[in-house]
């Protein structure tokens, strides 16, 4: 099923352009029936960078959220100088490094509140906010809500749910 949409995303990106097939990519990320409020786009797809470098400095960020992510070590991952890399990664994502470092852990950290029955605590910690509190700002900062309306909003039924009976 997935060689399906990559396909069918190739001819929407062939036909219509890059914007558009991520436009698409975009809305594809949702759940047949989802439960509450979650959330329906991945920021994750936002980042797409064109060099393998940048790329690999990406991948290597979503698997070691848990561990600091500092422009010298994503720049070694890179094997580029800090000042190149930040230069490159801006070029390539049009963010800072640490600004797609903080998506991709609020991202992490959104999935594990809707997913999983781990406290916000530990949350916090595996996505790799130092703590709670700056876990909490960020959210606020970026989704305009606290990360506990985020679980509350998972565990709610689905307000469209049909009745067969």
């Given at each position: 099923m997935t060689a399906g949409i990559d396909l069918a995303l190739a001819l929407v990106e062939n036909d219509l352009g890059a914007d558009v097939a991520r436009a698409v990519a975009r809305n594809l990320v949702v759940y047949h029936r989802r439960t509450g409020g979650q959330s329906q786009h991945?920021?994750?797809?936002?980042?797409?960078?064109?060099?393998?470098?940048?790329?690999?400095?990406?991948?290597y960020a979503r698997?070691?959220?848990?561990?600091?992510?500092?422009?010298?070590?994503?720049?070694?991952?890179?094997?580029?100088?800090?000042?190149?890399?930040?230069?490159?990664?801006?070029?390539?994502?049009?963010?800072?490094?640490?600004?797609?470092?903080?998506?991709?852990?609020?991202?992490a950290a959104r999935l594990m509140l809707e997913e999983s029955r781990h406290t916000i605590d530990q949350i916090a910690v595996a996505s790799g906010f130092s703590d709670l509190r700056r876990m909490r700002e960020a959210f606020v900062?970026?989704?305009?809500?606290?990360p506990q309306s985020f679980r509350r909003s998972a565990r709610a039924p689905a307000s469209d749910a049909t009745v067969i009976g």
């Open positions: 991945s920021a994750l797809l936002e980042l797409e960078p064109k060099s393998d470098r940048i790329q690999a400095v990406l991948t698997q070691n959220l848990s561990e600091p992510l500092s422009i010298e070590r994503l720049a070694e991952v890179a094997r580029l100088s800090p000042r190149q890399f930040t230069r490159a990664f801006r070029q390539e994502t049009g963010q800072t490094p640490a600004k797609a470092v903080e998506r991709l852990r609020l991202e900062r970026v989704f305009g809500r606290p």
